[in-house]
Antibody, heavy 117, light 106 residues
Framework: EVQLVESGGGLIQPGGSLRLSCAASGFTVSSNYMSWVRQAPGKGLEWVSVIYRGGSTYYADSVKGRFTMSRDNSKNTLYLQMNSLRADDTAVYYC???????????WGQGTLVTVSS | SYELTQPPSLSVSPGQTASITCSGNKLGDKFACWYQQRPGQSPVLVIYEDKKRPSGIPERFSGSNSGNTATLTISGTQAMDEADYYCQAWDSDTAVFGGGTKLTVL
């Protein structure tokens, strides 16, 4: 059974940093297309970033230069380093992925990030 | 930047057919997929590559994509289908989601 478990969310002040993790089981992160997707309270889904099998990463304009996505193949874990956080980064952050880029087959349960003073 | 547009809401009676549209420039040239999200839950992929159903998704869910519009069709809609539905496509190396459609079954 595939499981993606996010962690690392919490309350952080504007301008602060946070690192999210997504631990995978029954599923090899490095063999799949993996993304972070966020959802602000009461709002729709917003794609954040992707890491391809080869390791290339791409980001939404809204987070480019502030967020960095990476993975640790030995731990089968995905990361999202978030710097210079702003109030509009407040959201539930999901990791999601699948064997190809045509859809996100698997989703975690999400971790809530709240940016507030 | 690329945009996908969905109607904010749709109501359907039980047993009827619900059709949710997703519009984007030359969307038919891309693969579209659809997600269902029930309140308090993570999204679930219900259609990928325009019309394919993942394992475990009921046959009443179907999809199409041509021109500028992708459509998710739910035949014989059931109360359990009440949820938010999002379309998604890739534009270059960027994933784009539609704004979502709240489907009400009443």
């Amino acid at each position: 059974e595939v499981q993606l478990v996010e962690s690392g969310g919490g309350l952080i002040q504007p301008g602060g940093s946070l690192r999210l993790s997504c631990a995978a089981s029954g599923f090899t992160v490095s063999s799949n297309y993996m993304s972070w997707v966020r959802q602000a309270p009461g709002k729709g889904l917003e794609w954040v970033s992707v890491i391809y099998r080869g390791g290339s990463t791409y980001y939404a304009d809204s987070v480019k230069g502030r967020f960095t996505m990476s993975r640790d193949n030995s731990k089968n874990t995905l990361y999202l380093q978030m710097n210079s956080l702003r109030a509009d980064d407040t959201a539930v952050y999901y990791c999601a992925g699948g064997p190809n880029s045509s859809g996100f087959d698997y989703w975690g349960q999400g971790t809530l990030v709240t940016v507030s003073s | 930047s690329y945009e996908l547009t969905q109607p904010p809401s749709l109501s359907v009676s039980p047993g009827q057919t619900a059709s949710i549209t997703c519009s984007g420039n030359k969307l038919g040239d891309k693969f579209a997929c659809w997600y269902q999200q029930r309140p308090g839950q993570s999204p679930v992929l219900v259609i990928y590559e325009d019309k394919k159903r993942p394992s475990g998704i009921p046959e009443r869910f179907s999809g199409s994509n041509s021109g500028n519009t992708a459509t998710l069709t739910i035949s014989g809609t059931q109360a359990m289908d009440e949820a938010d539905y999002y379309c998604q496509a890739w534009d270059s190396d960027t994933a784009v989601f539609g704004g979502g459609t709240k489907l009400t079954v009443l």
